[in-house]
């Protein structure tokens, strides 16, 4: 009877332990919605966009060509992970992720540094940006 009960606490830690192994790891500083600009003079195409970072590790981008956000490019989606300073966003449909390492300024400003991109991605420089939280 010992024996059964220990067995199935360990086989009920595994299960749980598996579980909290495959939910993904989400900074709540960054939890939801942001918007941010990439420089007109900068290394790469100007871009402005909107995000929503969501609890349960997904996310939606909407790109713009104007800094008013009145002529949309595209919108993508996907997952999201953040922790210790580094973010990861895996944009669906795209084989490889895109890496920043971020720093918050306070709790409605970010600032971003591009570490890893996808091959197929709009810039393939280095660039570093700031976001900011949109609120209401």
């Known amino acids: ?22 939910k ?21 195409q100007f871009l402005s966009w909107k995000n929503n970072f969501k609890p349960d590790g997904t996310f939606t981008i909407t790109f713009f060509r104007d800094a008013q956000q009145t002529q949309a490019i595209q919108s993508e989606h996907g997952t999201w992970k953040a922790a210790n300073g580094k973010n990861e966003l895996r944009t669906a449909g795209v084989p490889l992720p895109d890496i920043y390492t971020y720093t918050l300024i306070n709790a409605d400003t970010v600032h971003y540094v591009n570490v890893a991109k996808d091959p197929s991605g709009d810039c393939q420089e280095d660039y570093e940006f700031t976001e900011r939280r949109i609120r209401g």
């Open 24 to 44: 993904p790891s989400t900074d709540p500083a960054l939890i939801g919605a942001w918007k941010g600009v990439r420089a007109e003079n900068g290394k790469c």
């Open 1 to 22: 009877m010992k024996r059964n009960l220990s067995l199935a606490l360990i086989v009920l830690a595994a299960t749980l332990g598996g579980c909290a192994v495959n």
